[in-house]
């Protein structure tokens, strides 16, 4: 696997690596670069199995630097829809075409960044929601299918924990706990059921997991010196492209 890519796709891989440690960070819309990136040179389904092992290393990072400040009734109002979620999304991964799922998300994912903006701009709209069983059990649920599908659950849990005012720090963390054991609760479904995780792939992940660290640097750097409102502001922009992205390219 290794032998066959080339300068660029070594490249790429730098790219997309560094924006796994960025995305841990907060910078959840950044998570869709490494997911497009991963995809072009591995393959969709290929690339899932490669990306999953970095992500936990990634998770493992953010909670070190930030999870001490993990808010964990938010992680237990997700986690039971989520893994549900990621129980579906790998009995989707064997009956659907991938390329017909992702717009589907996108639209889903957009629309929910809409209301946020809303929410942004009238304060008092939907304050009851944010704290509503139905929402914190519907984006939980999407949340585990999109990370199982296409580890593009980034943006999804970033509108829940907006959604709840989370101070960016608490995010953060509460973020790095989620994900981590979302993320290791898959690893079975991706190495027994899927067989998308072998000594190959793990190769690639020894290679390119250092420079993981490198965009934590970065994006732990960043999220220090951006104000909560701007904060909020970039990850719903991210959030969008990210949205848009699915939408108008599906099959990477």
Known sequence: MFA???PENIVLLIIGSAGIGISKCGFSGVSMLHVIVFAFVFGTKASTGIILPMLIIGDCLAIYFFGKTAQWGQIRKLLPPALIGVVIGS???KQLDESAFKPLVGCIILTL???????IRQPNA???IPHNKLFAWTLGLLAGITTMMAN?????????LLAVALPKMQFVGTGAWFF????????????????LIGWESLSIDLLFSPVILLGMLVGRWLVKRIPQKQFDIVLLALTAIAAVRLVVDPIL
């Open 4 to 6: 066959a890519l080339t």
């Open 91 to 93: 009995w989707l991964m």
């Open 113 to 119: 960044t809409a209301i946020q903006v809303y929410r």
């Open 126 to 128: 939907f304050e009851n």
């Open 152 to 160: 593009a659950a980034g943006p999804v849990v970033a509108l829940y």
């Open 180 to 195: 981590l054991v979302v993320n290791v609760f898959k690893l079975p479904f991706s190495f027994y059921m899927l067989d």
